[in-house]
């Protein structure tokens, strides 16, 4: 028997955040931004960058509740299937954090296993930055060109030196400017301002309920998750297709995939 079959489990998530991260944050600017990644589908987000001299706060969420079109994989062999799935986060907020005083960087990832947020806290990666003579208008500011490398991929941006910020979309920055446009050399990622409100004079109150993970620690916690996911599936589903024709089904080949930590997923070396 050959069956082709895709699952979409769709997480939301709705609690009300307690823990601080930081009280009365007072930024001098609010940026907006359209960012689209086609890591894994076509994902359209939603992003705000807030920032003051000391410390940016990078926010994104997919536009319109947008979600990953996934076609499932095909099987071959008789009485297996093949099943593709797919873990997709609804979540309220995808956050950065960055404190260029002390160079950390902190961002948010999901745990699928214990069901709650955490962050990453790492040091901020030099970006070898190659600064171009080339220019161009993006609405009304001229906007430079400047070429560089960032966690295995090349990236080009178009910066603005009459908004005098070290701060980008992302983990993006250390330019003489606010970056107005970034995009890597591979059209996997895409991100252009859309709005900027300067001076910005609302405070933030930044209530996340999160607790710091390292990057092995969550490694280790979702593959234990993925592992388990895919033995429970593969065991409902054969259960339930052998009550359904009577024949004897073994389920092989599952592949799961997330669309969660886009962030993560854009760093293909963890490396500068």
């Known amino acids: 028997m050959r069956t082709n079959i895709l699952i979409i489990l769709l997480i939301t998530i709705s609690s009300i ?41 990078y ?5 319109n509740n947008e979600e990953t079109k996934v076609l499932a994989d095909q099987s071959d062999e008789k009485h297996n299937s093949n099943t593709k799935v797919e873990l997709s986060v609804n979540s309220s907020f995808d956050f950065i954090l960055m404190d260029e005083e002390n160079k950390k960087i902190r961002s948010s990832v999901w745990d699928f296993k214990n069901k709650k947020i955490h962050y990453i806290e790492e040091d ?11 220019t161009k208008l993006i609405g009304d500011f001229l906007c430079k060109k400047a070429t560089g490398k ?36 591979q059209n996997k990622f895409f991100c252009q301002i859309s709005k900027i409100t300067i001076p910005y004079t609302t405070i933030l109150d930044i209530n996340l ?31 339930t297709i052998a009550k359904m024709s009577g024949d004897d089904i073994k389920v092989s080949n599952i592949k ?16 500068p």
Do not use: C
């Not at 901020?124 to 080339?134: A, Y």
């Open 59 to 63: 926010t994104y969420k997919l536009a």
């Open 150 to 185: 960032f966690k295995g991929r090349d990236y080009i941006a178009w910066y603005s030196p009459q908004i005098s910020t070290s701060f980008g979309p992302m983990k993006f920055g250390q330019l003489p400017g606010l970056i107005f446009e970034i995009s890597d050399t």
């Open 256 to 271: 799961i995939e997330t669309n969660d930590n886009k962030v993560e997923q854009l760093e293909i070396e963890d490396v």
């Open 124 to 134: 901020q990666t030099k970006i070898d930055w190659k600064l171009l003579d080339e």
């Open 17 to 57: 955040f307690q823990a601080q991260i930081i009280k009365h944050f007072q930024p001098v600017a609010k940026i907006e931004y359209n960012m689209i990644l086609t890591l894994n589908g076509y994902q359209k987000y939603k992003a705000e960058l807030y920032y003051n001299d000391a410390t940016s706060y």
């Open 209 to 239: 309920d999160t607790t710091p993970i390292s990057k092995a620690e969550y490694t280790v916690s979702l593959k234990s998750y993925m592992q388990e996911l895919n033995d429970n599936i593969k065991k409902k589903m054969e259960n």
